[in-house]
């Protein structure tokens, strides 16, 4: 869990001066404002956040009938991809670590006219990738699951998986 918050609905207090507003007089002009009367609170914004961000599953968005944001393969009984991966020619990956780099030939922009990949190529992953964390070396059926599960604040300062 992050331990540097990020100023939401509740800044800290000021009194009206050279660059600052007053805390009290912006109560008293917008006293229905949901930041005011207490309806909006940083553990509301973020529920509001994982619902409406993070979680659940959208419905007719961008021409997609439906997608789930928790999408883990269990519930769609399409899996995660995973290292066990078909490879060769054909539009098919290399490996499961790197995409075929031949080109479909002359004329064809048709992946299914691929030819197979160089012998070998892509064969070891690069456990020494950009940045942090497994790379190359993570299942994709693993880390679905992983980030199916986070949340709001579930990050770490500084880093792309939970803390």
């Known amino acids: 869990?992050?331990?540097?918050?990020?100023?939401?609905?509740?800044?800290?207090?000021?009194?009206?001066?050279?660059?600052?507003?007053?805390?009290?007089?912006?109560t008293e002009l917008y006293p229905n404002s949901p930041v005011h009367n207490g309806d909006m609170t940083?553990?509301?914004?973020?529920a509001q956040g994982n619902d409406l961000l993070i979680q659940g599953?959208?419905?007719n968005g961008f021409g997609i009938p439906s997608?789930?944001?928790?999408?883990?393969?269990?519930?769609?009984?399409?899996?995660?991809?995973?290292?066990?991966?078909?490879?060769?020619?054909?539009g098919l990956p290399a490996s499961p670590?790197?995409?075929?780099?031949?080109?479909?030939g002359p004329g064809s922009q048709n992946p299914t006219d691929l030819p197979a990949p160089p012998e070998g190529f892509g064969s070891e992953p690069n456990g020494d990738t950009y940045g942090?964390?497994?790379?190359?070396?993570?299942?994709?059926?693993?880390t679905a699951k992983q980030i199916a599960g986070s949340t709001l604040g579930s990050y770490g300062l500084g880093t792309s998986k939970p803390a």
């Open 132 to 142: 942090s964390g497994p790379g190359a070396l993570a299942n994709p059926v693993d």
């Open 57 to 59: 599953t959208v419905t």
């Open 97 to 104: 670590f790197v995409p075929n780099p031949a080109s479909p």
């Open 1 to 26: 869990m992050p331990s540097v918050k990020q100023t939401t609905v509740d800044p800290a207090a000021t009194t009206k001066g050279l660059g600052t507003s007053s805390t009290e007089l912006m």
């Open 42 to 46: 940083r553990t509301s914004v973020q």
């Open 67 to 90: 997608f789930s944001r928790d999408f883990t393969g269990q519930d769609s009984g399409v899996a995660a991809p995973d290292q066990d991966v078909a490879t060769g020619g054909g």
